[in-house]
């Protein structure tokens, strides 16, 4: 019985890498698209200010950081550091926790 090698895996550095990310999507997450989408989270939700909200997959920080500008306290996760530290960084007050060590997977 022969063992097929495993296909390589996805490189997600090299394809959500900063400079390729903003470079095709800033076109199109535009400010007016961002607070639309916002908008319809916050509808959708119920939220109100002081309410706690967990972004999966936060990225840039593009919907957690108006979430939090209205109000709302934001926690965000995601698996890449550099869009990570740039949302932290726009945020005007950050409250760090450790980062969870990388699955051993």
Do not use: H
């Amino acid at each position: 019985m022969s063992q097929e090698t495993p296909p390589e895996a996805f490189d997600v550095e090299g394809t959500f890498a900063p400079c390729d990310y903003r470079y095709f999507y800033d076109p199109v997450l535009t400010e007016k698209r961002s607070e639309r989408e916002v908008g319809q989270i916050w509808q959708l939700l119920g939220l109100q200010p002081g309410m706690t909200v967990l972004d999966v997959a936060c990225g840039y920080g593009r919907i957690a950081n108006r979430l939090a500008a209205r109000g709302c306290l934001v926690s965000g996760l995601d698996q890449q550091g550099a869009p990570f530290t740039l949302a932290s960084r726009r945020l005007r007050v950050v409250a760090t926790r450790p980062a969870l060590p990388p699955s051993p997977n």
